[in-house]
């Protein structure tokens, strides 16, 4: 279970995800903002998302995932080494989400911690994952991303409270034969461009006040074009960096599972790919943008579709603020 630098492969043995029951459509939000179905669909490509009740908290969300994949792996709490939740919306700013997610699901022994990188975090998530394990530091290792953006979105803005929804995907790590798991991984960030996806308030340089309630820093505050437009040039160019590290082309790729934002963003990276739609996965119609979750939940529902087989080459991409991006070439186990 070598790779040629002496360092141990590592894949994904198992998927899990949930969402929050309650379901709104673009019609509840016609009724709540000046908006219309029409506008939503063909903007975004999404046509309804999940919304989760008062009383759920991320950790919630993200115990259920983490439950579903450890049964589809196999592996019990008690033998994780490590729980990464990639999150912007924990429960609480500390503890973490994911010191909630080991008392709740009994991992005694795991360590535990939050990585925030917007979007991309499960991807990055991934990556300092696998490095403990390909380093021979733990064997088992849990990511989820888990979000509930609709905490911290202003429902009385319409250019931001139409594309977001709640949600958990997980999955677990451990070595896997050689030749098999991750083959590459492309993580980078513009710092530069982190004022165009903000939640002001809340922290150091804004702390809360009755004066930051008042004035909406505590929700998001996004200049959607600016993040569009790196968006489709930073999923193509990712996404073709990490294939070439591998030694791969995209014409060799079974299934692209991009973050989940907005079908046009998918369908220009598609595009930039060389990839017909059939090769990609997409999910953003029932789900909107659900953050660091999107990608884990688009894979677990492809792998509950059967759309990923023994042997396939996978490309994750996401994007998000910060501004970052993360890419991961891998072969299914
Ligand atoms: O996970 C990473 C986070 N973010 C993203 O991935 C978002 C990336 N950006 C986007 O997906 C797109 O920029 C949006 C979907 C957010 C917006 O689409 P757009 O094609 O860039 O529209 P726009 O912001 O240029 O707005 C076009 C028009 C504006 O009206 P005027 O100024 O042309 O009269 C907006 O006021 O659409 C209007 N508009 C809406 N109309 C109906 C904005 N939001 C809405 C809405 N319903 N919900």
Redesign the pocket.
């Known amino acids: 279970m070598k790779n040629n630098n002496g360092l141990r492969s590592v894949g994904i043995i198992g998927t899990g995800s949930e969402v929050p029951p309650r379901v709104v459509t673009n019609a509840d939000?016609e009724k709540m903002?000046?908006?219309?179905d029409e506008?939503?669909r063909t903007?975004?490509g999404i046509s309804e998302r999940r919304i989760a009740d008062p009383d759920m908290a991320t950790s919630d969300l993200a115990v259920g995932a983490a439950r579903k994949a450890l049964a589809a792996a196999g592996v019990k709490p008690e033998e994780l080494d490590l729980i990464i939740v990639a999150t912007v919306t924990p429960d609480t700013l500390f503890p973490s989400a994911s010191c909630v997610v080991q008392d709740r699901i009994g991992a005694r022994k795991a360590a535990a911690f939050d990585l925030s990188a917007?979007?991309s975090g499960f991807v990055y998530a991934l990556s300092t994952a696998s490095q403990f394990i390909a380093a021979g530091t733990y064997d088992k290792v849990l990511v989820i991303g888990a979000e509930m953006l609709s905490r911290i979105t202003d429902w009385e803005d319409?250019?931001?409270?139409?594309?977001f929804g709640d949600a958990a995907g997980a999955v677990v790590l451990a070595p896997v034969e050689d030749g098999k798991g991750f083959l590459s991984f492309e993580l980078g960030a513009e710092g530069g461009g982190g004022k165009h996806?903000i939640l002001p308030a809340g922290g150091s340089r804004l702390p809360a006040s009755a004066r930051t309630v008042a004035d909406k820093q505590h929700f998001i505050k996004?200049a959607?074009?600016?993040?569009?437009k790196f968006?489709v040039r930073i999923m193509g160019e990712a996404a073709v960096e990490v294939l070439e590290k591998a030694g791969l082309k995209s014409q060799e790729v079974d299934l692209f599972i991009p973050?989940q934002?907005?079908i046009?963003?998918i369908e220009a990276a598609a595009k930039r790919l060389g990839l017909g739609m059939d090769r990609v996965f997409v999910n953003v119609q029932k789900y909107g943008?659900t953050?660091a979750a999107?990608i884990g939940l688009a894979l677990d529902e492809a792998v509950r579709e059967g759309r990923v087989q023994s042997g396939d080459l996978l490309v994750l991409m996401?994007?998000?603020?910060g501004l970052t991006w993360a890419a991961a070439a891998l072969r299914w186990v």
């Not at 959607?224 to 569009?228: A, K, L, Q, T």
């Not at 996401?318 to 603020?321: K, M, P, R």
């Open positions: 939000l903002v000046d908006t219309n506008w939503i903007r975004t917007g979007c319409r250019s931001t409270c139409v594309l996806l996004m959607g074009n600016e993040v569009f968006a973050h934002a907005n046009r963003i943008n953050s999107s996401g994007f998000g603020a």
